[in-house]
């Protein structure tokens, strides 16, 4: 018996969540919504900037970035996802100085 994996990649969204939401709807025309194993996502979920932020910037895109997450979250049961340049710092911490992965459900 043989089993296909359907795989969603999403990459370089920006704080986009209209394009996630775009994404559903074509999807959901394309049957497709529900039926996906998992998505992935190589990072850029928001625009922060290389350089430093003070906390309340950094709290800002942290808050972009997790409405993000869940916006791709809600499309399969399991999200995969590593930082990109554009994401904030603390999504890069505790997976090994930037060689970063993490996975939610």
């Known amino acids: 018996h ?7 990649l999403a990459s370089d969204v920006h704080d986009d969540t209209s394009a996630i ?3 559903r709807a074509w999807l959901s025309s394309h049957d497709l919504l529900g039926k996906l ?3 992935l996502c190589p990072g850029d979920l928001t625009t922060a ?3 430093s ?3 309340e910037e950094e709290a800002r895109y942290e808050a ?11 499309l399969a049961p399991r999200l995969v996802f590593s930082p990109g340049n554009h994401d904030p710092p603390r999504f890069f ?3 090994g100085g930037g060689n970063s992965s993490a996975s939610t459900s």
């Open 53 to 55: 932020l003070d906390a």
């Open 49 to 51: 900037p290389a350089a």
């Open 93 to 95: 911490s505790g997976f």
């Open 37 to 39: 194993d998992a998505v």
């Open 2 to 8: 043989t089993y296909m994996l359907r795989l969603l």
């Open 64 to 74: 972009a970035a997790q409405r993000v997450l869940d916006g791709l979250g809600s």
């Open 21 to 23: 939401e775009a994404l």
